[in-house]
């Protein structure tokens, strides 16, 4: 059963960088064809698509979000990562790593539960 598990403080000050880190069990990143999606849901707003890194290292972003998003990976760990840089208020969201395949970045099979993240100076 695969499994994926958010880290990161709950907690970060304007402007600093967002840190996030998504623990996969149960299945390899490196498997053909899998996306690994970032994805968030600020209070009482809908879910809003981040960014991806593919099973080959591939990365993709939101256009809105490109210029301060970086997604990375460690293969050894079977983890893969995320920055958001000059965080403002707007940031504060449930943030959730996902998986689901490389041609359709829309759709996710697995979920981790989420962890929330607060900006606040």
């Known amino acids: 059963q695969l499994q994926l598990q958010e880290s990161g403080p709950g907690l970060v000050k304007p402007p600093q960088t967002l840190s996030l880190t998504c623990t996969v069990s149960g299945g390899s990143i490196t498997t053909s064809y899998d996306a690994w999606s970032w994805i968030r849901q600020p209070p009482g707003k809908g879910l809003e698509w981040m960014g991806a890194?593919?099973?080959?290292?591939?990365?993709y972003y939101s256009p809105s979000l490109k210029s301060r998003t970086s997604i990375s990976r460690d293969t050894s760990k079977n983890q893969f990562f995320l920055q958001l840089s000059s965080v403002t208020p707007e940031d504060t969201a449930v943030y959730h790593c996902?998986?689901?395949?490389?041609?359709?970045?829309?759709?996710?099979?697995?979920w981790g539960q989420g962890t929330q993240v607060t900006v606040s100076s």
């Open positions: 890194i593919a099973y080959d290292g591939s990365t």
């Open positions: 996902t998986r689901g395949l490389v041609v359709a970045l829309d759709e996710y099979d697995y």
